[in-house]
């Protein structure tokens, strides 16, 4: 479905609400804003398989851009928002977008993109004005609010990476093959198979912001379900109970950092609201340290639910809570596109082995823009189909997946392979420690050492009395060669506003 499904039938129906004001949008505003936009672009020119970048804070009208794009078969490039003017031009530039809309909310930084993609011939800014930039308010109030484009084709996203190692890179899947109104979502099948999408009307809490794949694509998978999306501004702690609170919240989605966070609020907190309306938390993104998932299935009972897919959208696992208890540690088992662990050779692994993850599909599921070589990378050298982000990982003997590391981040000392997420894991909610990431350094005789750079909570001293109380801890959890050599405490690492940890940006400092 989309949302001109639900205008008809019920258009005064909230299709989204932000979270702190509560100002809204109903499906009736949706939908004819997103009509008239797409003819609005296919005006300017813009024909099916063409792009339009996004450049927005978590607000309201970046729904309609979302849903004119995929309702006229142009691909949405949702562009982070934290990058500088510059990191964002190259995306702009590098998709192609023949349109460009941005949200004014976005200030000085609104206004130094639209001058850097000056290129870009058709320019709109939403909320207030942008230098450069003609109001997308007054263009969409002077186009016709019955017309719409010819064939409704549906759209897509074309989405960078994180850009951890080197330029980010686009990732461009195939247009599907119907129209808007034709049921072509993957994610809106297993959201009622998997999700508890089925169960009653859906509330649906997205604390991320928008220009990431995952929270792009729940909340318009929420709207093709005619859902409601309870949007913040930014991820916070105790605001996202509150939010629970207010709107009766059905559903919501979260990464582990957060997870933490939520176990970091005082037990007073933690028990002000009342969230008895939650009936799924979904989690993905990143794996979730068992310790952490323990406390939060101890908090919040058994409704989270873990998927572990990606931006290139090559597969996923799915976990629920009482099944994960039996298996902790582990993502799931295949959902989507079928499992397969091969060594650096190829060669199929057998159960409990580790070795690159990849999916098998019927065909190949999508390309890094400009990119042939990374492109074929991703692919398994034998079989056309089968597809890698570059995770490792192993498969137990009843088919559950559980990962180890990415393959760039695993390291070799002495001839043994190290995988720091699994040090990581076991330091996530020691009391001294915020964030930790866990590196190979440069060791003459061995090759690479272990090595934890640590952001210390507030009120724990660093030092060596700290890392020598760290490394103690560890020993109770790792075996002994995976304890770090030597522990750096900085007060902040890099990460990603969705709470990715920039492990290559930590490395360059040390190699």
Excluded at 149 to 174: D, E, H, I, N, Q
Aim: glycine share 8%; proline share 7%; aromatic share 10%.
């Amino acid at each position: 479905m989309y949302p001109g499904a639900f205008a008809r039938v019920d258009p005064e129906r909230v299709a989204a609400v932000m979270a702190d004001s509560g100002e809204q949008l109903t499906y009736r505003e949706l939908d004819d804003r997103s009509r008239r936009l797409s003819r609005l672009l296919y005006d300017a020119g813009l024909r099916r398989g063409d792009v339009v970048a996004l450049f927005t804070d978590n607000s309201l009208p970046a729904f309609e851009v979302y849903w004119a794009a995929h309702r006229c078969g142009l691909y949405l490039t949702a562009v982070n928002s934290h990058l500088t003017p510059d990191e964002a031009a190259y995306i702009i530039n590098d998709c192609g977008a023949q349109a460009l809309v941005i949200s004014a909310g976005l200030g000085d930084l609104a206004a130094a993109v639209a001058r850097a993609c000056a290129g870009v011939e058709l320019r709109m800014a939403y909320g207030g004005d942008v230098d450069g930039c003609e109001s997308y308010e007054s263009r969409l109030a002077k186009t016709d609010e019955q017309a719409d484009v010819p064939v409704l084709w549906a759209g897509s996203s074309l989405l960078y990476s994180s850009g951890t190692t080197g330029r980010p890179k686009g990732v461009r899947p195939p247009l599907p093959e119907q129209r808007v109104d034709e049921e072509h979502n993957p994610l809106t099948k297993l959201a009622f198979m998997f999700f508890g999408f089925d169960s009653g009307p859906i509330v649906y809490l997205s604390p991320a912001p928008l220009y990431h794949a995952a929270p792009l694509r729940w909340c318009g998978t929420i709207h093709a379900l005619g859902g409601t999306v309870v949007l913040m501004d930014r991820f916070n702690a105790e605001q996202a109970l509150a939010a629970i609170e207010r709107y009766r919240v059905t559903h919501s989605q979260w990464v582990p950092t957060m997870f933490v966070r939520f176990l970091r609020l005082p037990e007073e907190v933690r028990g002000r609201y009342d969230l008895s309306s939650h009936r799924v938390a979904v989690h993905a993104a990143a794996p979730c340290p068992v310790d952490v998932k323990l406390a939060m299935i101890g908090w919040w009972g058994p409704v989270l639910r873990e998927y572990y897919a990606s931006t290139e959208g090559i597969g996923m696992t799915y976990i629920d809570s009482p099944d994960w208890v039996n298996h902790p540690g582990s993502v799931g088992k295949a959902v989507f596109g079928v499992l397969r662990v091969c060594d650096d050779e190829g060669k199929e692994l057998a159960p409990g082995e580790v070795g690159t993850v990849y999916f098998e599909r019927e065909a190949p599921s999508f390309e890094y823009l400009h990119d042939p070589d990374k492109t074929r990378a991703a692919y398994h050298p034998g079989h056309v189909a089968w597809a890698t982000t570059g995770d490792l990982g192993y498969v137990d003997g009843e088919g559950y997946l559980y990962l180890t590391d990415r393959k760039a981040f695993m390291i070799i000392s002495g001839g043994v392979n190290i995988y720091p997420q699994e040090i990581e894991d076991a330091l996530a909610l020691h009391p001294a420690v915020i964030e930790v990431a866990v590196i190979g350094v440069p060791n003459p005789e061995m090759g690479e050492e272990v090595k934890a750079v640590v952001q210390p909570a507030p009120g724990a001293s660093p030092g060596p009395e700290l890392a020598a109380e760290l490394a103690a801890y560890l020993r109770e959890r790792v075996a002994g060669f995976k304890i770090p050599r030597s522990f750096d405490f900085v007060d902040e690492l890099p990460r990603t506003p969705t709470g990715k940890l920039l492990k290559n940006e930590v490395k360059k400092r040390y190699w």
